[in-house]
């Protein structure tokens, strides 16, 4: 299971999506918040990776943590036409990650509590929606705050629909542009 450490104990060269989590591998000397957490030199990350979401958070439960999963579950046309057009683009592999992933949030689904009757208590998962939440914006992350019982102002912001670009690239593929 991954433990995620804080910026810049950790690198990877693999893009500049990860690098703003982890930072490239070109820092040294490494950052005193790493010896806090008895980190001594750099932790290398994959680009990417699986949780086992049920195993995830169970184990923080096990333990006394409140852990609720957030999950983010988008069309399954387009989750698998941004794989392809971004980090995968081996069909057979990428379709392979896809239902790899499906299968996780299915096991998640069965096995974890959506709902909590404890008013103090998230419960172990929730699922947002990505097209309901750049349809209703606000109104919608909302109803996901007071499920996970966050009870602060939802921030007004701009929703930009990431979508968009792989809608517009199917058009084009279909009418032959």
């Not at 990860?18 to 790493?34: F, M, T």
């Not at 008013?119 to 947002?128: D, G, Q």
Request: net charge negative; with cysteine.
């Amino acid at each position: 299971m991954p433990v995620f450490l804080p910026h810049g104990c950790g690198c990877s060269e693999d893009n500049s999506e990860v690098k703003l989590l982890w930072g490239g591998c070109d820092k040294s000397p490494i950052d005193r918040r790493c010896a806090g957490v008895g980190v001594g030199k750099y932790m290398d990350y994959p680009e990417r990776f699986f949780v086992n979401v049920t195993n995830h958070v169970r184990w923080y439960r096990e333990r006394n943590v409140q852990a609720t999963a957030v999950v983010v579950v988008r069309d399954d046309n387009i989750a698998f036409a941004s794989k392809l057009m971004g980090h995968c683009r081996e069909e057979s592999i990428a379709r392979t990650e896809h239902e790899w992933g499906k299968k996780l949030i299915d096991d998640a689904l069965a096995s974890l509590s959506h709902d909590s009757y404890d008013s103090r208590m998230a419960p172990e998962i929730v699922f947002v929606s990505y097209e309901m939440l750049m349809s209703l914006g606000g109104n919608y992350l909302r109803t996901l705050f007071d499920k996970l019982r966050i009870y602060d102002d939802v921030p007004s912001m701009e929703y930009i629909d990431g979508n968009i670009k792989y809608i517009l690239q199917e058009m084009k593929e279909g009418i032959g542009m």
